[in-house]
């Protein structure tokens, strides 16, 4: 499943729009079975939500591929950035991260290159569609090593009274 914008020109030819829509669909997303290899921003959506106790969702899984538009749009939409820090300053990523977020690398650009899930000191990655899912601790090696363009780093995480009622695991309703 491939998550992108709806009203964008693209070509839908190999597009399947389900026929019960989740509430992401419902909401402009566009969903399509074109791809079936999971990137970091649907990885990094699925480790947030299957850590959460208190949601639930069915959609961010190793068959679904979000586009930065997309998740730049979920972010705004349903998480708040709690800080952010400059990459320039090495030390800055000594600091400690909160735990249980989503940390969006963002490039000089202003473009959401990478994203990670950070829990209980580990960080959860997927460097590319191709690759496996991994982990590493330290922010500062992986960055140098991977994503050295990198210029800032958001910390988001999810925003209750934005998602209130939305995909609670009491409710009937997930993402």
């Known amino acids: ?7 964008e020109k693209t070509d839908t030819l190999f597009y399947k729009q389900p026929k019960k829509q989740s509430y992401f669909a419902s909401k402009g997303y566009f969903f399509t079975s074109e791809a079936n290899i999971q990137n970091c921003f649907s990885y990094a959506l699925e480790k947030y939500f299957e850590n959460s106790e208190t949601y639930s969702q069915n959609i961010f899984r190793e068959t679904t591929n979000v586009d930065g538009v997309s998740l730049e749009k979920i972010l705004k939409n349903y998480f708040k950035r709690i800080s952010e820090f400059s990459t320039n300053l090495r030390k800055n ?21 990478h994203a990670v899930y950070y829990r209980d000191e580990i960080f959860y990655t997927k460097n590319g569609k191709a690759f496996q899912p991994d982990t590493f601790k330290s922010l500062n090696k992986f ?29 009937s309703e997930s993402l």
């Open 1 to 7: 499943m491939s998550v992108s914008r709806q009203g």
């Open 93 to 113: 990523l000594r600091k400690p991260v909160p735990n249980d977020v989503l940390l969006a690398f963002v490039d000089n650009m202003g473009e959401v290159i």
């Open 143 to 171: 960055l140098q090593k991977n994503y050295g363009d990198t210029k800032q780093i958001i910390v988001y995480k999810i925003d209750d009274d934005r998602v209130k009622g939305v995909c609670t695991t009491s409710s």
